[in-house]
């Protein structure tokens, strides 16, 4: 937990927008998910500088994949080119990269490339990153539920009993989050006001923050000022204070 209680812990944002940004220029829908890179690595910069100590983004949800087959390989071709590209720099700044969805939908290479990357910025043993980068890809909270419920019904198929007595507690480590405190501030750009099956029972809590800007335009500035109206939050967690 972080120490400065108007930081939060764990920031995790719905990148939204890059088709109508690219459509307002004139250019194909994959012109606005390349420019969207340049965001990512504005809110790593500033995710690091604030404190932060999770950022997490929706990349690519299990919906995502009912695109045009060409916008679908077109992010799954950028989103190995990007993962090529950052990791040394990642690396080197004590950035944990971390990719969390229904991985086995992803192609053979991409699959491995994402393993490489997550071992490479490993932090060394007794070290804290500096930041943690969660990429939600293939995801959606539904689908994470599910999977959750099924591995623990496994688990205690031969003892019913016990898993009578299980709590909230207990679920949620079959959830792929598992170790990652819930998300304390939820961003969505484009101005969208909806989850869209992104952390639909890590979210419970979270404060929501919708913001205008399209998720190319979304910048250091943006990012800050969303802290910024976080810190003014009152969270009460159905209690009264
Ligand atoms: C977000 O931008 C990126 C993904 C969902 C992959 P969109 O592609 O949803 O852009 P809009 O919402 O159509 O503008
Ligand atoms: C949510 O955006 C998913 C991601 C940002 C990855 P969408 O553009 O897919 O969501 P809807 O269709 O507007 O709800
Ligand atoms: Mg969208």
């Known amino acids: 937990m972080n120490s400065n209680s108007n930081i939060p812990t764990h920031v995790s944002i719905i990148m939204d927008g890059n088709g109508r940004w690219a459509k307002q220029k004139g250019k194909e829908r994959i012109y606005g998910h390349a420019a969207g890179v340049e965001s990512v690595r504005a809110c790593v910069e500033a995710a690091a500088e604030s404190g932060v100590e999770y950022l997490s983004l929706f990349a690519f949800s299990e919906e995502n994949w009912g695109r045009p087959d ?39 290479e991409l699959r491995s490339a994402i393993s490489k990357a997550e071992a490479d910025t490993e932090p060394a043993e007794g070290m804290a990153p500096l930041l943690t980068l969660i990429i939600f890809l293939s ?23 016990k898993m009578e007595s299980l709590g909230v507690d207990d679920f949620d480590r079959f959830l792929v989050t598992h170790g990652i405190p819930d998300p304390d501030l939820v961003i969505r750009t484009s101005g969208e006001k909806r989850i869209s099956n992104y952390l639909l029972w890590q979210s419970a809590y979270s404060e929501f923050y919708s913001v205008d800007a399209l998720w190319p335009d979304f910048g250091k500035e943006n990012f800050r000022l969303a802290l910024e109206e976080y810190g003014k939050r009152d969270r009460r967690y159905g209690k009264v204070k």
């Open 139 to 161: 995801y959606s909270g539904k689908w994470d539920i599910l999977q959750a419920a099924k591995k623990m019904a496994l688990e205690y198929s031969g003892n019913l009993q």
């Open 70 to 108: 060409s916008e679908v390989s077109g992010l799954m071709s950028l989103m190995m080119q990007t993962i090529q590209n950052e990791i040394p720099s990642l690396k080197e700044k004590g950035v944990k990269f971390k990719v969390l969805g229904n991985l086995e939908r992803l192609s053979p």
